[in-house]
C-alpha cells in the first residue's frame, strides 16, 4: 500500500479550420461546434508503480498514432514511462479524421494492399474513385488531424503528471441506461446491425446489455473533488450521421457533471464492452428528427412510439447525458470514506491472437462480387461513397486473404491494473458485451472496469453467435480477430486480473 498522488490535465482538440468528420462512409464536413472534443488525461502515482489514463474524444486511435503520441511524450519528459501510458477513444463520430497505416506488412517487408486501395485495383481503365476527404485549404486533412492530435495526447499526459499531487479516492457503483443491444436476430439465423424489429421474422436482439456504471471519484487532502472517471458500456455515438465536432454524449454528461459538482471538475468518459452497444432502443424504434442517408435506417413500417427522443440528434444526446450526469451526481452525494493508500500495480502486456482468416470460398466468391459490381456500374463516371459502402466488405475479404499468406496471428497491447479494490482491464477491440461480461463475472475485484479501444483498434470483436449470424460488425474484413481470439483474450485478461487479486 502507498500514498497515492493523482494529476489531471485537458486539452481542447477543436482546430481553427472545418473537419472532415470521421466514422461515415459518406463525407461530413464539420458546420460548427456543438461541443468541444478533448483529451483529457489523469496521472497516477502510488507504490513506486505509474499509469496515465488517457480518454480522446476520437472514433478511433490506430496503432501508428499511440506510437506517434508515446515518441512525442518521450521528447517532453522522461519521469513518464510511455509504455504505461493508456490511450482510448471514446468513439464519437464526430471528431476528427487521423491518418492510419498505409497496410499490413509481407514477409518481405512490402506492404499489403488496404482495402480502399483493393476497390482502386478493380476500377475499369480511366475511372476514378471520389476522395472522401475533402481537397480544400479551409478543412482539416488527416495528416494535420494526427498531428494535431498527438501533439495535444502528449502535452496532456506530460501536464498531468506535472500536476500530481496527494489524493484521496473512492470507488463506486451506480445505474444509468445507456447501452443496448444494436443487433437483431431473426427466424432464418440472420442478424442485423441496426435491424428493423417491426417484421414477422424477428426473433430477438442478439445480445443483452448492461446498464452499471463503474465510477472513480478523486479528492485532494481537502476531500475538495477534483475528477471523476466513469466506465460505461456504450460507445458515443448518437450523432453519428450529423455535420458538426461533437464529443456525444459525453460532452453533454462533463458540461451537465460540471455544472453540479464544479466547473474544474475533470471528467474521464471510458468506453466500456461495447462492439454490439448503442443508446438506441431498436425495439421502441424513434425515427431520426432529420432524414439520414443510411439504408440500415428505414423504417417502412415506422409506427410512432412514446419512448426516448431520437437517439440521432440532439435531444437524445441531451437525454443520454443528463442520465449520466445525474448518476454520478446521486452517487457522489452518497459517499462515505475517502482511502488516502492504494495497492496499486500495473502490467503492460503483448498477446498474440489468431488473426480471423478468409477462406478460398469466400476469397473467390469476393472477387467475383467485385468483378460483377465494377461491370454492373461501368458507365459510371466516377465510384462515390455509396460504391464504397457497397463494396468494402468484399474488399475487405481480399485484404485479409492476402495478409493470411503471411501471418496468422494479429499481435495486441493490453494493460491490466489493479487499483485497491478496482481492475481495469484494456483492449484495442470494440469488444462484444459478452466478452466483458465474462471478465466481470469471473474477476477476483470488488469491481472492473474495461475500456476498449485503447491502445490501438483492431475493429470490432464478435461473438460466435453474431459470426454465423453475420451482417456488419460481424463480417471477416469487420475486425481482426474472430471468437477464437475473443475466448483467449477473455481467459488471459481473467488470469491476470485473477493473478493481481489472489
Not at 470488488?446 to 464478435?462: A, E, N
Request: aromatic content about 8%; overall charge negative.
Amino acid at each position: 500500500m502507498g500514498k497515492l498522488y493523482v494529476g489531471w490535465a485537458e486539452e481542447s482538440l477543436v482546430p481553427e479550420k472545418k473537419v472532415s468528420l470521421a466514422g461515415q462512409f459518406f463525407e461530413r464536413i464539420s458546420e460548427y461546434v456543438e461541443s468541444d472534443i478533448t483529451v483529457t488525461a489523469m496521472a497516477v502515482e502510488a507504490d513506486g508503480e505509474q499509469m496515465v489514463l488517457v480518454s480522446v474524444d476520437v472514433v478511433s486511435l490506430p496503432d501508428s498514432v499511440i506510437e506517434l503520441a508515446r515518441e512525442k511524450l518521450a521528447k517532453l519528459t522522461s519521469e513518464v514511462a510511455p509504455e504505461k501510458v493508456i490511450v482510448g477513444a471514446t468513439h464519437t463520430h464526430t471528431s476528427l479524421k487521423l491518418r492510419g497505416r498505409a497496410g499490413a506488412k509481407g514477409k518481405d517487408g512490402s506492404t499489403i494492399s488496404t482495402a480502399a486501395a483493393i476497390l482502386e485495383e478493380f476500377l475499369p481503365e480511366g475511372k476514378g474513385y471520389t476522395k472522401l476527404v475533402q481537397e480544400d485549404e479551409t478543412v482539416l486533412t488527416p495528416e494535420e488531424g494526427t498531428e494535431l492530435v498527438t501533439d495535444k495526447i502528449a502535452l496532456a499526459v506530460k501536464n498531468a503528471w506535472e500536476n500530481r499531487k496527494e489524493s484521496l479516492y473512492t470507488n463506486e457503483f451506480g445505474r444509468a441506461t445507456v447501452g443496448m443491444c444494436r443487433r437483431v436476430s431473426y427466424d432464418d439465423g440472420s442478424g442485423q446491425m441496426w435491424g428493423d424489429t417491426n417484421t414477422a421474422n424477428f426473433v430477438a436482439l442478439e445480445g443483452g446489455n448492461d446498464s452499471g456504471v463503474e465510477l472513480l471519484y478523486i479528492f485532494d487532502t481537502d476531500k475538495k473533488l477534483t475528477g471523476v472517471v466513469a466506465n460505461i458500456a456504450c460507445p458515443a455515438q448518437i450523432l453519428e450521421q450529423r455535420s458538426f465536432i461533437s464529443a456525444d454524449f459525453w460532452g453533454r454528461a462533463k458540461a451537465n457533471i460540471r455544472e453540479k459538482l464544479g466547473k474544474d471538475v475533470f471528467v474521464l468518459g471510458m468506453g466500456g464492452a461495447g462492439g454490439d452497444q448503442c443508446p438506441r432502443d431498436l425495439v421502441r424504434w424513434v425515427n431520426p428528427e432529420t432524414p439520414i442517408d443510411d439504408p440500415n435506417v428505414k423504417r417502412p413500417n415506422y409506427i410512432e412510439r412514446k419512448a426516448d427522443p431520437s437517439m440521432y440528434d440532439i435531444s437524445g444526446c441531451n437525454k443520454v447525458g443528463k442520465r449520466i450526469a445525474n448518476e454520478v451526481v446521486s452517487v457522489f452525494e452518497e459517499i462515505g470514506e475517502l482511502k488516502s493508500e492504494v495497492d496499486f500495480r500495473h502490467k503492460v502486456i503483448h498477446l498474440d491472437l489468431p488473426l480471423r482468416k478468409v477462406t478460398m470460398e469466400e476469397y473467390n466468391n469476393a472477387v467475383r462480387e467485385l468483378e460483377y459490381y465494377v461491370d454492373k456500374n461501368k458507365d459510371k463516371e466516377v465510384f462515390n461513397f455509396e460504391d464504397n459502402a457497397r463494396m468494402h466488405v468484399h474488399a475487405g475479404s481480399i485484404q485479409r486473404f492476402r495478409e493470411q499468406q503471411f501471418t496468422e496471428i494479429h499481435t495486441i497491447e493490453y494493460h491490466v491494473i489493479r487499483f485497491g479494490d478496482i481492475a481495469i482491464a484494456t483492449n484495442p477491440f470494440e469488444l462484444f458485451l459478452d466478452y466483458g461480461n465474462r471478465m466481470k463475472a469471473r474477476s477476483l475485484a470488488k469491481q472492473t472496469f474495461i475500456y476498449q479501444l485503447s491502445c490501438g483498434t483492431s475493429g470490432y470483436l464478435p461473438t460466435e453467435k453474431a459470426e454465423k449470424a453475420g451482417h456488419y460488425s460481424a463480417y471477416v474484413s469487420s475486425g481482426k480477430v474472430g471468437h477464437e481470439g475473443g475466448d483467449l483474450l477473455t481467459r488471459e485478461t481473467i488470469k491476470e486480473i485473477n493473478k493481481m487479486f489472489e
